[in-house]
């Protein structure tokens, strides 16, 4: 890191590093402010910034008279939680099943241009590679929520090595990755032809769309495009 990097980012990039390498586990301690301090040289008000950002993203949670905590597996952002559709398919009782459609690594340029929009990350672009996978979701053998997503391939190098019949992505990118934040939209949109073959619906039927995209180490770890036919599905929650 430059030695133009204010001290306190140091430590902050220090601190998701090590959670990212799985050195402190989720719900794990971190190191002391003290020692923090005594480790970069700095005074304890720097190292508090940092800590103090890192909680505002829910990367870390601090408990008054016991230290400062990962809160990974817990991340959420506003009313829409990150979260395994196969444990809410099967909570309401339902056969869940996933089909995997595609599993590759692109170079960045392969891109389509509004997921390369949404991957603002210092990491030069033409050098960058991008796993992707297409997960079709269903709940007794109906197509619940076809999945479209695009991973930061150098944070999570093991990510295609997985199978996703298995495995939830969200659920593995959390355990895996430190996520600081991100943004969402949900959209009305009319089925293209590839959302309504995986959805079996006709192509201009109304669907719901949930655009995701996650920050890790202060770069874009993950963007998905989750597909819900509008007939089948809802948002809800309590205030």
């Given at each position: 890191m430059s030695k133009k990097t204010p001290r306190y980012l140091q430590i902050k990039q220090m601190i998701l590093q090590k959670i990212h390498e799985g050195e402190w586990q989720a719900g794990e301690a971190i190191a002391p402010e003290l020692t923090l301090a005594q480790q970069f040289g700095v005074s304890r008000m720097t190292v508090n910034r940092a800590?103090?950002?890192?909680s505002e993203e829910n990367v870390l949670e601090r408990r008054q008279g016991s230290g400062t905590f990962v809160t990974q597996r817990h991340f959420s952002h506003t009313f829409v939680e990150i979260r395994n559709i196969a444990h809410d398919i099967q909570a309401q009782d339902h056969l869940y099943q996933a089909q995997v459609l595609e599993q590759r690594l692109l170079e960045f340029s392969q891109l389509p241009d509004s997921i390369q929009a949404q991957f603002?990350?210092?990491?030069?672009?033409?050098?960058?590679?991008?796993?992707?996978?297409?997960?079709?979701?269903?709940?007794?053998?109906?197509?619940?929520?076809?999945?479209?997503?695009?991973?930061?391939?150098?944070k999570v190098s093991d990510f295609l090595a997985q199978d996703f019949t298995q495995v939830n992505t969200s659920e593995y990118l959390i355990a895996h990755a430190p996520l600081q934040g991100g943004e969402y939209t949900i959209s009305a949109k009319l089925a293209n032809e590839v959302v309504a073959k995986a959805l079996s619906i006709e192509v201009g039927a109304p669907v719901l769309l949930l655009n995701?995209?996650?920050?890790?180490?202060?770069?874009?770890?993950?963007?998905?495009?989750?597909?819900?036919?509008?007939?089948?599905?809802?948002?809800?929650?309590?205030?």
């Open positions: 800590l103090k950002e890192l603002c990350t210092p990491v030069e672009k033409d050098q960058s590679q991008i796993a992707t996978v297409k997960i079709i979701h269903f709940a007794d053998n109906v197509p619940l929520q076809f999945e479209e997503r695009w991973v930061n391939h150098s995701r995209k996650t920050l890790s180490q202060d770069q874009v770890l993950t963007v998905v495009n989750m597909w819900y036919a509008g007939e089948r599905y809802h948002f809800q929650g309590t205030l």
